[in-house]
């Protein structure tokens, strides 16, 4: 039988590192031939990091309150098996975008002065760094909210 783990720092850390290496790389190589970054790109992720952030409070509360089952307000455990898969898949999006944006970001700031085109991207590369460190957030969150309850101990026998 396979258990689900807690999603590892170490993992998303590496997936940073690993995609601000390729992102410095790619934009070092091809500043020339992106398009203009506008904030709008950068808060792609924003309304997936809200969603995961509200299914975390609302699964917490069914949780908290032992609502767990199959009937009517219960959560139904395949729903709550869905909503660590979705945590998982955006804690993983999330740090890869991060690392994008921070890849990109390094390149870009040392770049105000000479290239005009580096201020204006900039702001939509911090909004991004952002939105991909708000969704890591929000799906640990989650995660961390799907965990089963913990049983109570059992009281000796009188």
Not at 113 to 126: K, M, N, V, W, Y
Request: net charge positive.
């Amino acid at each position: 039988m396979n258990v689900m783990k807690p999603t590892r720092l170490l993992d998303l850390t590496a997936n940073v590192f690993i995609a601000a290496v390729v992102a410095w790389i790619a934009t070092r190589w091809a500043y020339s031939s992106f398009p203009p970054i506008t904030v709008i790109a950068g808060a792609s992720l924003y309304p997936v990091a809200a969603l995961d952030a509200v299914l975390a409070f609302v699964i917490r509360t069914r949780v908290g309150d032992r609502r767990i089952g199959d009937g009517p307000k219960q959560l139904h455990p395949i729903t709550a098996a869905r909503a660590v898969a979705l945590a998982k898949a955006s804690a993983q999006v999330g740090s890869l975008a991060a690392g994008v944006w921070l890849g990109f970001l390094i390149w870009v700031l040392p770049q105000h002065g000479e290239l005009r085109a580096a201020g204006s991207d900039t702001p939509g590369a911090i909004v991004g760094l952002i939105a991909g460190v708000l969704l890591v957030a929000a799906a640990l969150w989650l995660e961390y909210c799907c965990r089963a309850p913990s049983e109570p101990p059992d009281e000796p026998a009188t």
